[in-house]
């Protein structure tokens, strides 16, 4: 099925009724909000429901966490990366994703919305108003507010049943051999529900408990520690009392590190694995040696849930619920600043690595690890902006390759522009911020603030890498335009340089291939691709490689080769596969449907250009307003429609359309690859 619902990480109790009524109320109506308490199951029950009924969304079900997003003008492009949108216009977030979505019909799941409730009610009036087919599913302790919203409240589990059902469950899973045969045993794990009012969180930390206690020595300590913490002075519904009771009580019965573990750990956004636990959490009296022991005690308390993924890494996280204690606690201990600054050192440390690594073989593995690690890359930045401008517009100026080679545009331009605001004079991180700035302005198509920071980049760079990548940005912003001539004196006396192989020399080489075919120079531009495709792959190096390929492939195709043309267009589309570049797809299968259709076979040709038009609609300005590319497709359709006939070709470009992203580029990769890829 189409979309991105996470795994089921437990067994799923009960909920027959509410899963039966979530169900009917989505078929009548389109925004459908759950509430109650934290740990009710509210997140549950949304996945549980939408996996039941994705077969009724012919654009699949779409699932966005937003627990750890905290600045909400991020939002909409939060919710477009769940969908893959990398739009990498000038249009808002928000108008971009209303775009894409206008005659689309997908179930949008919005989970965790309580930190953001203005700002997700006002995405989602924007999005309900301008899609008419899309369905909206929210999970929040509040209502949002929005007129058309219908509010389902989600009750705890009937202690005597569900909820009894669930304790014994998951006791089972602490204790494999423990039975409930005995009517003692049975009585106390029903006393055990009510104190804990069926609320499932309260219910999985509980069962964990049962490695060092019997049921009946459980119920008896729960009474009288709940008598002790609950305080009825507080002004909140019963079940949020209970709720926070129940996590404080965890929180006393575990050992004086394990609270310290908890409090400091609850600074992650998102997962984290044990370098990291060990790297943020230790200090005082908890050294890091000790670190990975006080964590499994956390894991065994249910404090932290824990993964393996697909890589054979353990991914670690907490529980919205339970890391909001964490950090409360984090405060009593007045260690909030400190911890916080420790994280934010670290990602700033692994943007620096990532950075000098991103040329090299380990490419790949770093594109894998910053997505996952993505949400505590902004916690970072955002932590950064507010106590240290110049360590943030460092960070946001080493993240260059993330901002527009990962698709992160948008962001990455708010991101580097606040930082810059920031740190008005002169510095040492300035000119890498201002480069980076100008690349995401000349990916999105704004080629005079490119321009513009170009020659501010190359007047005040001093490092010879630095005046490089100038280079390319200053020429770049001339050559998309439509002056090649002009582009190539601006490359040349910057690859006259030697500073071998890096990411400003590999991208002015790229832009001279580009330059050079522009000019119908395609044997000498041509020979100068297979040298820069040589070099990258010789360093394990994918995401310039490709560029090579396409211009390989272009050059072929103007030299009437059009099986060659092929070949290293489906070589361009493999490498940007893997690392989910819309742009770079985009172009590649504009220039594969050109190479098929030189190849007289028009339907292929039209069916890829109907895929590329899905793509470019993610990227959002279709052939970057680049004269040489919109002549590239325009030709292809002439071509195309010449031999198939309008009917025939609007057809199989309707086809193309419908047929989706993945299984249009696995189509479009059938074809063979060219000798050395």
């Not at 006259?496 to 522009?518: H, P």
């Not at 492939?553 to 290293?568: F, G, I, K, V």
Request: glycine share 10%; with cysteine; hydrophobic share 45%.
């Amino acid at each position: 099925m189409v979309g991105n619902l996470p795994a089921e990480s437990t067994s799923f109790i009960g909920r027959s009724v509410e899963l039966t009524t979530l169900d009917g109320l989505l078929e009548q109506h389109r925004l459908v909000t759950v509430t109650g308490p934290g740990g009710v199951g509210k997140s549950r029950l949304a996945l549980r429901t939408a996996r039941r009924i994705e077969g009724r969304y012919p654009d699949g079900v779409w699932w966005v966490e937003l627990s750890p997003l905290r600045d909400r003008n991020l939002l909409a492009a939060t919710v477009a990366d769940a969908f893959d949108v990398f739009d990498q216009s000038l249009r808002t977030a928000c108008e971009a994703l209303c775009s894409w979505l206008a005659d689309k019909r997908p179930l949008l799941v919005l989970d965790t919305c309580e930190h953001l409730i203005s700002a997700c009610g006002h995405l989602i009036g924007e999005l309900l108003q301008t899609s008419p087919g899309l369905t909206v599913l929210a999970t929040s302790r509040q209502a949002l507010g929005r007129p058309q919203e219908r509010v389902f409240p989600l009750e705890p589990l009937a202690v005597a049943g569900e909820a009894l059902t669930l304790f014994k469950e998951r006791a089972t899973e602490a204790v494999p051999h423990l039975s409930f045969a005995d009517p003692a045993r049975e009585a106390a794990a029903a006393d055990v529900c009510r104190r804990l009012d069926g609320i499932p969180l309260a219910l999985e930390l509980a069962g964990a408990r049962l490695r060092l206690w019997s049921v009946e020595q459980l119920a008896t300590r729960l009474g009288s520690r709940f008598e002790v913490l609950a305080d009825t002075r507080v002004a909140a519904l019963p079940r949020h009392q209970t709720m926070r009771t129940a996590i404080g009580w965890s929180h006393e019965l575990c050992e004086p590190l394990e609270r310290l573990l908890w409090a400091r750990l609850s600074v992650f956004a998102g997962e984290f694995d044990l370098a990291a636990a060990q790297h943020i959490g230790a200090g005082g009296p908890l050294p890091a040696c000790a670190v990975e022991q006080v964590l499994a005690g956390l894991i065994d308390k249910s404090v932290v849930r824990t993964r393996l993924e697909p890589s054979g890494r353990f991914g670690h996280r907490m529980l919205d619920t339970i890391r909001e204690y964490g950090l409360r606690w984090l405060d009593e201990l007045g260690e909030t600043p400190e911890v916080a600054d420790r994280h934010a050192r670290r990602f700033r440390r692994i943007a620096h690595e990532a950075d000098e690594a991103w040329m090299g073989p380990g490419q790949l593995d770093w594109y894998v690890r910053l997505e996952a690690e993505h949400a505590d890359l902004r916690t970072a930045l955002e932590h950064l902006l507010a106590t240290d401008p110049e360590a943030a517009l460092d960070m946001a100026g080493s993240l260059w390759f993330v901002w527009f080679c990962c698709g992160r545009l948008r962001e990455g331009r708010g991101y580097l522009q606040r930082a810059l605001d920031s740190c008005p004079g002169p510095g040492p991180y300035r000119a890498t911020a201002v480069w980076a700035l100008g690349m995401c302005a000349f990916l999105q198509g704004d080629f005079v603030m490119a321009h513009r920071l170009g020659e501010e980049c190359a007047r005040t760079a001093t490092d010879p890498e630095l005046r490089l990548r100038a280079a390319y940005l200053y020429g770049g912003s001339v050559l998309m335009p439509g002056d090649p001539e002009r582009a190539l004196g601006i490359l040349d006396p910057a690859l006259a340089q030697d500073t071998g192989f890096s990411a400003g020399r590999v991208l002015c080489a790229l832009a001279r291939i580009y330059a050079l075919t522009n000019l119908a120079r395609h044997t000498e531009a041509s020979a100068e691709a297979v040298l820069l495709r040589d070099e990258c792959a010789a360093r394990g190096e994918r995401w310039m490689r490709a560029y090579a390929d396409y211009m390989l492939a272009a050059n072929a195709l103007a030299l009437d080769r059009p099986a060659e043309a092929a070949a290293h267009a489906r070589a361009m589309l493999a490498g940007k596969r893997l690392l989910h570049d819309s742009f770079g797809i985009a172009i590649g299968l504009d220039l594969l449907a050109c190479a098929v259709t030189a190849q007289g076979d028009g339907e292929d040709g039209a069916l890829f250009l109907g895929v590329g038009q899905e793509c470019w609609r993610t990227v959002g300005k279709a052939q970057m307003g680049a004269p040489e590319l919109t002549a590239v497709r325009e030709q292809c359709e002439r071509r195309a429609r010449a031999a198939l006939g309008d009917g025939a070709y609007d057809s199989a470009f309707g086809r193309g359309v419908a047929t989706g992203l993945d299984d249009g580029l696995a189509l479009a990769l059938k074809g063979g690859l060219p000798d050395g890829s």
